[in-house]
């Protein structure tokens, strides 16, 4: 599997770590350091360096977030090939157990046929020797009935003798000894006999022969059962092996998985409270406290620090991880500033005061801006109108807002682009994207990226 452990740091180590290097060494170096060794007595002399502290602080804290963007596409992408893997591996074991049970099922087939096997082989054993008795009684009568033959004829040539002898011995006393020399008496020659013995033997001998090969074929069945069985036993255990394997990948992965997704619901936590960061105070000191929280930003990406270290996926940072005791010193000089910043709010604010002005229901509040916009509209009309797409995006979902067919009236003033390259950079997937068809497109151009209003 191409999803193991290596793959798994590799992907992390330069996919994630890196954006999510960068964004913890931002908010460390570049923010709570900074808020850390704030020289307070410059600021509450000069708004200059008041202004420029705001401003290092909201730009860190955009690219930050940019680069938190980053690491959350990074281990969203990750996590679904994690997921893809985990769902062919279930798969590749459920097909494993499939074909275990069929050889399992192969290999109790062979050992009953074995045993049935062994059962006709032992009883194929007792014919054959019955067989092989029969074919030596059978012998041992043909052997009788030859012997039967021959002392037939040996007696017959005795008697041939005996009539010479009694021609020309016993007949002149004859008389005399008649009550003492009995005549002998021989067995006829049966020849039928002895045809009869040798049927019987061959019928035996035939028996015999069939009986050997009935013996002999079921040997051979039964070696060849037996070599089955050896080959599916072997099986079973390569079998039983790539199933232990893929049991062990199996639950590799899903660790894995756990901590991939623990890893982008840290970053996720993490990036959504900074999203939401912009705009929630006009109050700067308020603002930067919110953005310091420990509880809602840095205890998430102190705990992905703590995950990737553990598993050996990247090394611990020049600066060590973030401290509670950091923190609360960044918190103790919020507190002094806010005595010597009171009021102050953030920069890069006049377009979210003016839109607020615009989409309000109270057009009075406008008022003050007319001459404002009165210079903006002139600036306007001095760009060639032209019918195109543009696009813009809003870090967060608010497809809710919106139904189909409403008709809408956008009255805030907002960046779009043309390509739509350059919106999808600063998106993740909690975003939502307009496309916007403009039938009097005013474009303009702001730091190199195509606006259109």
Known sequence: ????????????????VPPYKKSYTILQNDILNKLVNVDIEILHDSDEAATLLVKNIHCAAKTMSDNLSQAVHASDLILDIVDEALVNTASDIIQQESEIHRTQMSINRVNTGIQDTQLRLHRAEISFREKEHGLDLANEQLKRAQEDVEDARLCRGKRFIGSWWRQNVVQPVEKTVKQVIVKPVCRVVNYHGIESAKDRRSSASDAVNLARQDVSHLKSQLSDLTRNREMYVKELEIENKRSEVLNNTLTEMKERQLLVSSITSQLKAANLYLTNFYGTSTILVDEIKRLVDFERLITPLNAVYNEMLNNHVMSAFAGGQISVETVEHVKTNLDILEVVLPNMPPIDRFYLILNR???????????????????????????????????????????????????VTWWSVNSCSAPINIIKNFLDLHSTLFLIECINALLGKYDAHAIAV
Request: proline content about 4%; aromatic content about 12%; hydrophobic content about 35%.
């Open 1 to 16: 599997n191409c999803v193991d452990m290596n793959w798994y740091r590799n992907e992390t180590s330069s996919k994630i």
């Open 357 to 407: 002005a615009l989409i309000s229901e109270n057009h009075p509040s406008l008022k003050p801006w007319y001459l404002y916009l009165k210079l903006f509209d002139n600036a306007l009309q001095k760009l060639p109108s032209q019918k195109m797409i543009v696009w813009r995006g809003i870090r967060k979902d608010v497809t809710k807002n919106f139904k189909k067919n409403d008709v």
